[in-house]
């Protein structure tokens, strides 16, 4: 991907989490808890090497009440807290995030995923020919999947990587990616603690969406008892209706949070090395501290490139 401009989003929470429990404990000589850092920066590694972005930006989610819980009060009620050691290990992974000039977004009352939204939208609006790789630890992100928007997240444990196209998710879900929202809206997420419709399962809404296409639409039809479905499908949709919306909401994520997003102070590439280096040997991830190079190399010929440009 040298000859192409990409920017790499990281959902920085998830990924964390995601790594904390992938992984077994870590700690330093000094007892300082590492595990959830080395994961999340073994993925972050390798995500550059497959990605070579030029550009690179973190969200963060912050541990106060968003828009969706004052509209929903029982909104991601059952998700366990945050284990402390995870806490713990947020400042040191942000350290290390501002050590390769990687731009930090969060904003109290919105989500990280609120934030990516708003940043591959806005990177997309500045420059359309620019590919958006979200790289999370989850499947939240897939509304976002377009043909120029990615979402690069964890298989099995975190070694094993899927990247996740229109195809992609149409194969997995069978429905596009940007009617992900509507499938939400009906199947729920029990992550979130979003309900859905009771009684309905993934294969109906998948059926559902691709028939009628947006929750609109659906309602529109049903209501005027103008739609080829059950009877009892469509007494428990007209029963939930309100539910359904949402539900929707809820799973939506916002493409216009008010950020100072500028993709050109996320270019990625004029850090410190031995500074780097620095902090990871003070943790501890010498196998990291050897794949700094490797980092650098993988950038320079975008950086080349781009010279050759006038960019």
């Known amino acids: 991907m040298d000859d192409k401009k990409c920017l790499l989003i990281i959902d920085s929470n998830s990924l964390l989490h995601r790594a904390f429990h992938a992984l077994p404990p870590l700690t330093t000589k000094k007892g300082e808890q590492t595990g959830a850092i080395y994961g999340f920066l073994l993925i972050l590694f390798k995500a550059i090497k497959d990605i070579n972005p030029l550009y690179v930006v973190a969200c963060f989610d912050l541990p106060v009440p968003t828009f969706r819980h004052k509209k929903f009060e029982g909104y991601k009620a059952k998700r366990p807290k945050t284990p402390e050691e995870i806490k713990k290990q947020l400042p040191k992974i942000k350290e290390v995030l501002r050590a390769f000039g990687i731009p930090i977004f969060e904003k109290e009352g919105f989500e990280a995923d609120d934030l990516i939204a708003t940043i591959s939208t806005k990177a997309g609006e500045e420059n359309n020919q620019i590919e958006r790789y979200i790289l999370s630890g989850d499947l939240d ?45 009906l199947t729920g997420d029990a992550s979130d ?80 090395q031995k500074k780097i280096e620095g902090i990871l040997n003070e943790f501890e991830f010498y196998s990291l501290v050897k794949r700094i190079p490797e980092i650098c190399r993988s950038i320079e010929p975008v950086k080349y490139n781009l010279k050759l440009l006038g960019l």
């Open 141 to 185: 992100n897939l509304q976002l999947v377009d043909e120029r928007t990615k979402v690069y997240t964890l298989g099995r444990g975190i070694k094993e990587t899927i990247v996740y196209d229109k195809e992609k998710v149409v194969s997995r879900f069978e429905v596009l990616p940007e009617q992900m929202i509507d499938f939400k809206a």
């Open 193 to 272: 603690n979003i309900p859905g419709v009771p009684g309905i399962g993934k294969k109906t809404a998948a059926e559902i969406i691709k028939k009628f296409n947006t929750l609109e639409d659906l309602y529109q039809k049903i209501e005027k008892s103008d739609a080829d479905i059950s009877q009892r499908t469509r007494e428990i949709l007209i029963k939930n209706k309100k539910q359904a919306f949402l539900c929707r909401f809820l799973a939506e994520m916002k493409k216009d949070v008010a950020i100072d997003f500028n993709i050109k102070e996320a270019r990625f590439g004029g850090f410190d």
